[in-house]
């Protein structure tokens, strides 16, 4: 993975629509639970199901390097990231919350 992939996502959180959005996207603590959620289910999903280009060691290293230069511990969002998932399955079904992780993967993906 190069260092393109770790600017790449700070210039697409920076390029949204209204500014205020940008702003509140750009904090710390949102931009690790971001990166937290995508290194997340591209992990769950892996990059033949969701037809990914960035797999599960390219959103590590994002995670490492955005946690580290934040400062904030990516281990309290990373969970986060797993209980609303596992929250999701219990109340909408294992099937539909697979198909929205795959559609987040994606998402996430498109964003690198």
């Not at 996502?9 to 205020?20: D, G, H, N, R």
């Not at 904090?27 to 797999?55: I, M, N, Q």
């Not at 219990?90 to 992780?101: E, L, S, V």
């Amino acid at each position: 993975m190069n260092k393109f992939i770790g600017a790449a996502v700070a210039i697409s959180l920076a390029a949204m629509p209204c500014a205020a959005q940008a702003e509140e996207e750009m904090k710390p603590e949102k931009l690790v639970e971001f990166v937290s959620e995508c290194a997340y289910v591209v992990h769950t999903v892996g990059v033949d199901e969701g037809g990914l280009r960035h797999g599960s060691e390219d959103w590590q290293s994002v995670l490492a390097q955005v946690s580290e230069k934040a400062g904030i511990d990516p281990l309290p969002f990373l969970q986060q990231a797993k209980a609303k998932y596992e929250r999701s399955a219990k109340k909408m079904g294992a099937d539909w919350t697979y198909k929205r992780m795959i559609a987040r993967a994606q998402d996430c993906d498109q964003q690198l």
